[in-house]
């Protein structure tokens, strides 16, 4: 059976090293990518707690969403294997994610999901609707 897995936060590409500085939020990608990377690739806590490095992260604020796109967003959330909690709490155990969370003033309690792309990229979720 597939799992489906939690993500995280707006889409801001920004690559985790010393030269870098935290990038700006934006708003959500459209609803048919934001709900595709959370079908494919949405991470467990227990995948969260075993992040030991970071390559890039983004984080995408999802609070533009309404009406359709938002109940649509809510079913797709439904489906994910852990709750937010669980989550949020997997992101307080990995400290370079936290880190990275914090140094862009990212609250955890906003913190709805975390993806990872094959690239390795993680992709944060922040202020979606809660199912």
């Known amino acids: 059976m597939r ?8 889409f801001a590409w920004l690559s985790v090293g010393a030269a870098a500085a ?9 609803l048919t990518a934001v709900t595709a990377d959370l079908r494919e690739n949405t991470l467990s806590g227990e995948e969260i707690r075993g992040i030991t490095a970071l390559s890039s992260v983004r984080v995408v604020d999802l609070q533009s969403l309404s009406g359709a796109d938002r109940q649509e967003l809510e ?5 994910s294997e852990d709750n937010f909690a669980e989550v949020r709490t997997a992101i307080e155990a990995n400290e370079a994610i936290e880190a990275e969370l914090r140094k862009r003033d990212v609250s955890l309690s906003n913190v709805t999901a975390v993806t990872r792309a094959e690239t390795g990229a993680l992709t944060v979720y922040m202020n979606a609707p809660v199912p």
């Open 75 to 79: 079913e797709t959330l439904r489906e």
């Open 3 to 10: 799992a489906f897995r939690l993500a995280i936060a707006a």
């Open 22 to 30: 935290p990038a700006a939020e934006e708003t959500a990608p459209s």
